[in-house]
């Protein structure tokens, strides 16, 4: 049986993670049904051993980290089906409704990316849609704390057309991915989603949330190693030059910064308002 869908995983040092989606893959697709295919960017640990016990997969093993972008077109060179599922490593499948979406996707000529709805270990729903990155929608939300800048995810059981979706599960057409020339190696790791979907609404095609396909994602268990918590954000900033340009990047976060500066300020003051009221209700 010929696969109908290739699913490329590109790992780097997360091997109990790694076998851990591939697992739940063998567990809930049928037999034959995906061809896996998995990028190891030079893992130290016991990646690759841990991975040979897996029969029928495909291993590329690279010989330095090239990142998440590079990795996943390297993937996708060796994949022999029309319909490409990039994956992180840290995705767990929970049933078989990856299957649904696939043939949503294909019966929809102007989908040309669509995702499923995250659930954290929790099993709450993950925020894996992104609005409009734009100053304006900065300033709503951290001049006014109106939710137009964060990812969200949105409430609707319906599959929703959205302006982007996280890069953690997309699926593509080989030749719709061949034609916007794959992911932007510039990007390293981050804003590769966002440029992805950028080629595909320059296209006029569409960018599906399908709710109804729910996998689990360990958030930031895939990039974890590459930086400690307090300083993964320094990593953003070359991606974001690279997406928004140098002068659009340093005014977007001048007022993601003065928003935060501003919020900090009325916290205070309305702390001290708080303490006010309190010392004139116990005096009189």
Not at 255 to 271: D, E, H
């Amino acid at each position: 049986m010929t696969p109908l869908l290739s699913i490329i995983i590109p790992t780097w040092n997360t091997a109990l993670i790694t076998k851990k989606c591939i697992d739940s893959i063998l567990r809930f697709l049928p037999k034959d049904y995906a061809q896996i295919i998995i990028v190891d960017n030079a893992s130290t640990d016991n990646t690759k051993e841990l991975l040979s016990k897996y029969l029928n997969i495909v291993y590329i093993q690279n010989h330095t980290n090239l990142g998440y972008s590079t990795a996943c077109n390297i993937g996708a060179k060796a994949a022999k089906t029309n319909s490409l599922l990039f994956l992180n490593s840290d995705i767990e499948l929970i049933d078989s409704s990856l299957i649904e979406m696939v043939n949503y996707y294909q019966n929809h000529v102007k989908c040309g990316l669509i995702g499923p709805q995250f659930l954290n270990q929790d099993s709450s729903i993950q925020s894996s849609v992104f609005p409009p990155q734009t100053i304006f929608n900065a300033f709503r939300e951290y001049f006014f704390k109106l939710d137009s800048f964060s990812k969200y995810y949105p409430i609707s059981k319906n599959p929703t057309s959205v302006w982007a979706i996280s890069g953690g599960a997309v699926l593509v057409k080989s030749e719709l991915f061949t034609k916007i020339k794959g992911w932007d190696e510039r990007y390293f790791m981050y804003f590769e989603d966002l440029d992805l979907c950028r080629k595909i609404r320059n296209l006029n095609l569409h960018i599906f949330y399908y709710p109804n396909c729910r996998v689990i994602h360990c958030h930031g268990a895939s990039g974890s190693k590459l930086a400690n918590h307090n300083t993964q954000w320094r990593r953003l900033i070359p991606s974001s030059i690279t997406y928004h340009g140098y002068v659009y990047h340093k005014i977007l976060n001048l007022v993601i910064w003065s928003g935060q500066k501003w919020q900090n300020t009325l916290n205070g003051f309305n702390k001290i308002k708080q303490q006010l009221i309190l010392w004139i209700s116990n005096t009189f």
